[in-house]
């Protein structure tokens, strides 16, 4: 797109907005217009949230050695058979392994060496015995715990000398194969996998930094109108605060995009159309509010109807829904980066946002579209006394234990009552009201 073309509002095309597109017909033109985003290497943290796109191998085993799963001593199955605290197994502590040491004492006949839990097995070792199975060196009673400090060089000082074991212990008690957790060579994260907590540890055991995964989209939010003063400055007359754009950008993070908000840009088309030139270059996707109705300032309209073929295209269009009946989408500029124009009513530019943004920054992700919002039915115990013929309408809901009851009225500018919301009440197109009791779909925002 070129700030020096697209002047003026062109004859608008009649295939578009002649006629009421549906919910659905606007989704799927959305949805085919799509592509999931390039995968890029990112580092793991930066994954979190993102589809990998390569199966991750396990270069080295996991553990990668034995190593004792209790702090307590390393034995000789031999030498603690029969153990008990009338008849403890008397062992000499050759040693002391704290986790990551690299130097293992031999256990030998008679003897034991401290191990902490994570430590690796020293040789001859068979198996672990916790502390509390013996007097912890002390020559006294049942230890809790083990004897804080390492040994002296000189070999004196807590954990050397001799320790008292009252129970016997299996082979390879309390020890933690190499490889029994996941061997070299098996896939530890499968491509396709969403990365969460879990997964980014796994990654991180197996010593990978960074992973090829499709990212998130950088998300442009432009909101306009002339009336529009930033939060915290004084409004004048007939001026409102900017909330869409905060709005927006809340919900794009929250769709799982990087966000960028744009501060409102007047009704005026050539201050647009420059705006969105110089915030392509960081966009995957740009989500405008306002301007796209009948009015005589509809700047968003008024910049984007006319746009040239190499600008690219943007349909403006009546949907068969309330709220959000006008709406645009298309893609811009040199990469066609898909643009969807809002309504600028905060109602309909919030449930515009969850019906068609959402589902679409989580394709760009290569997500699926719908995977995380459920629809459910629910008891509508006070009706909807009307909503319009031949329109889908999305009121705002609470829902609690299977029963919705609406949230404020029908008008596009309750944003209190959109705060106060969990979820949509969907009252679909053929019906124009619904008795008290009846069942509704419920569109969970949360
Ligand atoms: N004659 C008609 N008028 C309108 C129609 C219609 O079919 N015929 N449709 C109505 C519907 S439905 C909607 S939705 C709105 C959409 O209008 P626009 O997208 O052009 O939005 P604006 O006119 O710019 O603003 C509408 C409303 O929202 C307030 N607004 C806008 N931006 C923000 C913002 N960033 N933060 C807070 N509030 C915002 C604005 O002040 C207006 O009150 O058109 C109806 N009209
Ligand atoms: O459709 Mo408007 O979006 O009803 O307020």
Same mark, same amino acid.
């Given at each position: 797109?070129?700030?020096?073309?697209?002047?003026?509002?062109?004859?608008?095309?009649?295939?578009?907005?002649?006629?009421?597109?549906?919910?659905?017909?606007?989704?799927?033109?959305?949805?085919?217009?799509?592509?999931?985003?390039?995968?890029?290497?990112?580092?793991?943290?930066?994954?979190?949230?993102?589809?990998?796109?390569?199966?991750?191998?396990?270069?080295?085993?996991?553990?990668?050695?034995?190593?004792?799963?209790?702090?307590?001593?390393?034995?000789?199955?031999?030498?603690?058979?029969?153990?008990?605290?009338?008849?403890?197994?008397?062992?000499?502590?050759?040693?002391?392994?704290?986790?990551?040491?690299?130097?293992?004492?031999?256990?030998?006949?008679?003897?034991?060496?401290?191990?902490?839990?994570?430590?690796?097995?020293?040789?001859?070792?068979?198996?672990?015995?916790?502390?509390?199975?013996?007097?912890?060196?002390?020559?006294?009673?049942?230890?809790?715990?083990?004897?804080?400090?390492?040994?002296?060089?000189?070999?004196?000082?807590?954990?050397?000398?001799?320790?008292?074991?009252?129970?016997?212990?299996?082979?390879?008690?309390?020890?933690?194969?190499?490889?029994?957790?996941?061997?070299? =060579?098996?896939?530890? @994260?499968? &491509?396709?996998? *969403?990365?969460?907590?879990?997964?980014? #540890? +796994?990654? !991180?055991?197996? %010593? /990978?930094?960074?992973?090829?995964?499709?990212?998130?989209?950088?998300?442009?939010?432009?909101?306009?109108?002339?009336?529009?003063?930033?939060?915290?400055?004084?409004?004048?007359?007939?001026?409102?605060?900017?909330?869409?754009?905060?709005?927006?950008?809340?919900?794009?993070?929250?769709?799982?995009?990087?966000?960028?908000?744009?501060?409102?840009?007047?009704?005026?088309?050539?201050?647009?159309?420059?705006?969105?030139?110089?915030?392509?270059?960081?966009?995957?996707?740009?989500?405008?509010? =306002?301007?796209?109705? @009948?009015? &005589?300032?509809? *700047?968003?309209?008024?910049?984007?109807? #006319? +746009?040239? !073929?190499?600008? %690219? /295209?943007?349909?403006?269009?009546?949907?068969?829904?309330?709220?959000?009946?006008?709406?645009?989408?298309?893609?811009?500029?040199?990469?066609?980066?898909?643009?969807?124009?809002?309504?600028?009513?905060?109602?309909?530019?919030?449930?515009?946002?969850?019906?068609?943004?959402?589902?679409?920054?989580?394709?760009?992700?290569?997500?699926?579209?719908?995977?995380?919002?459920?629809?459910?039915?629910?008891?509508?115990?006070?009706?909807?006394?009307?909503?319009?013929?031949?329109?889908?309408?999305?009121?705002?809901?609470?829902?609690?234990?299977?029963? *919705?009851?609406?949230?404020?009225?029908? #008008?596009?500018?309750?944003?209190?009552?959109?705060?106060?919301?969990?979820?949509?009440?969907?009252?679909?197109?053929?019906?124009?009201?619904?008795?008290?009791?009846?069942?509704?779909?419920?569109?969970?925002?949360?």
């Amino acid at each position: 797109m070129s700030t020096s073309t697209g002047t003026g509002t062109p004859p608008a095309t009649t295939a578009d907005t002649d006629r009421l597109w549906s919910v659905d017909e606007h989704l799927d033109d959305i949805l085919g217009k799509l592509r999931p985003l390039e995968p890029i290497e990112l580092q793991l943290l930066d994954a979190q949230g993102c589809v990998l796109v390569e199966d991750v191998t396990v270069p080295a085993a996991l553990p990668p050695f034995d190593n004792s799963s209790m702090d307590g001593y390393a034995v000789r199955v031999a030498d603690v058979e029969g153990a008990s605290e009338e008849f403890p197994a008397v062992l000499t502590i050759v040693g002391d392994i704290a986790a990551g040491s690299g130097e293992l004492p031999a256990v030998g006949p008679g003897e034991a060496v401290r191990i902490m839990t994570g430590a690796p097995v020293p040789p001859g070792a068979e198996a672990v015995v916790p502390v509390e199975w013996t007097d912890g060196g002390t020559g006294g009673g049942r230890a809790d715990a083990m004897t804080a400090g390492r040994p002296a060089a000189d070999g004196d000082g807590p954990g050397l000398g001799e320790v008292r074991v009252h129970r016997p212990a299996a082979a390879r008690a309390h020890i933690r194969d190499r490889g029994s957790d996941v061997g070299a =060579g098996e896939i530890a @994260v499968r &491509a396709g996998t *969403v990365l969460g907590p879990s997964q980014i #540890g +796994l990654l !991180a055991a197996i %010593g /990978r930094a960074s992973v090829t995964v499709r990212p998130r989209p950088r998300v442009v939010v432009v909101s306009t109108g002339s009336e529009l003063v930033p939060p915290g400055e004084a409004l004048t007359a007939g001026r409102i605060h900017d909330s869409n754009s905060f709005m927006l950008t809340a919900c794009a993070r929250d769709a799982g995009a990087i966000a960028y908000r744009v501060g409102a840009v007047d009704d005026e088309p050539a201050t647009l159309r420059s705006t969105l030139d110089d915030q392509l270059v960081r966009a995957d996707a740009v989500v405008t509010s =306002g301007g796209v109705s @009948v009015g &005589a300032y509809d *700047v968003v309209k008024e910049a984007l109807s #006319g +746009l040239t !073929a190499e600008e %690219g /295209r943007v349909s403006f269009r009546r949907l068969a829904m309330q709220p959000g009946k006008p709406q645009g989408f298309g893609r811009i500029g040199p990469d066609r980066t898909p643009l969807f124009a809002l309504p600028g009513n905060p109602v309909s530019a919030y449930v515009s946002f969850e019906l068609f943004v959402r589902p679409a920054v989580r394709a760009l992700m290569g997500l699926p579209p719908f995977g995380d919002r459920r629809t459910v039915r629910a008891v509508c115990p006070q009706g909807v006394a009307s909503s319009p013929r031949g329109r889908r309408q999305y009121l705002r809901g609470h829902y609690a234990d299977g029963r *919705v009851t609406t949230v404020g009225g029908a #008008g596009s500018h309750l944003v209190k009552a959109l705060a106060d919301a969990n979820a949509l009440i969907v009252v679909p197109e053929n019906v124009t009201s619904l008795a008290a009791g009846a069942e509704v779909d419920v569109v969970l925002l949360d």
